[in-house]
T-cell receptor
């Protein structure tokens, strides 16, 4: 069975400081991993994805994530937070089986940016 | 980038009525679309996988007679909440997977907020 654990429900950082959003996954085989962002009353936007290529994945808006198989982690980072980064972030794993190809979402991390 | 639309964005209905939500891929074809449900301040839960031209695949615990899914074309899937009750009030989000070769990204719609009175 696949699962995703986002270790922090809320993260608060000051503008201009680094961001770290933690994610651990459980999968019986090599997963595809994603980070999505959801701004209030908006749809989900793909930030980046890992699909067994380079372990360090660069995404949009300065975000990146590193796939660490030994730690089963896929933490999201950004060197310098911007006010516009305030949103809900979801770590997601994709599974395949029985014709289904849905995504399993973590519970989300609410990122708060302090001025 | 690829765009997925949902209509309506908000709907309020009386208990016992049925509500249809449309999900469209605007600039790509999607043989597979997905329907998710999101409760306030919670994560998205996959409800069902919608396959063009065939029956939808429902996740465990999701009533297929309650949530009717139709995927009649490569760009449109509909979710009908039948005999809606207040507990069906939620944020419903669809996604569409690009059918093009070498891509497997899912693109999400903006969601539909359903309120059942």
């Amino acid at each position: 069975a696949q699962s995703v654990t986002q270790l922090d429900s809320h993260v608060s950082v000051s503008e201009g400081t680094p961001v770290l959003l933690r994610c651990n996954y459980s999968s019986s085989y090599s997963p595809s991993l994603f980070w999505y962002v959801q701004h209030p009353n908006k749809g989900l936007q793909l930030l980046l994805k890992y699909t067994s290529a380079a372990t360090l994945v660069k995404g949009i808006n300065g975000f990146e994530a590193e796939f660490k198989k030994s730690e089963t982690s896929f933490h999201l980072t950004k060197p310098s937070a911007h006010m516009s980064d305030a949103a809900e972030y979801f770590c997601v794993v994709r599974y395949s089986g029985g014709g289904a190809d849905g995504l399993t979402f973590g519970k989300g991390t609410h990122l708060i940016i302090q001025p | 980038g690829a765009v997925v639309s949902q209509h309506p964005s908000r709907v309020i209905c009386k208990s016992g009525t049925s509500v249809k939500i449309e999900c469209r891929s605007l600039d790509f074809q999607a043989t597979t679309m997905f329907w998710y449900r999101q409760f306030p301040k919670q994560s998205l839960m996959l409800m069902a996988t919608s396959n063009e031209g065939s029956k939808a695949t429902y996740e465990q615990g999701v009533e297929k007679d309650k949530f009717l899914i139709n995927h009649a074309s490569l760009t449109l899937s509909t979710l009908t909440v039948t005999s809606a009750h207040p507990e069906d009030s939620s944020f419903y989000i669809c996604s569409a997977r690009d059918s093009s070769p070498y891509t497997d990204t899912q693109y999400f719609g903006p969601g539909t907020r359903l309120t059942v009175l």
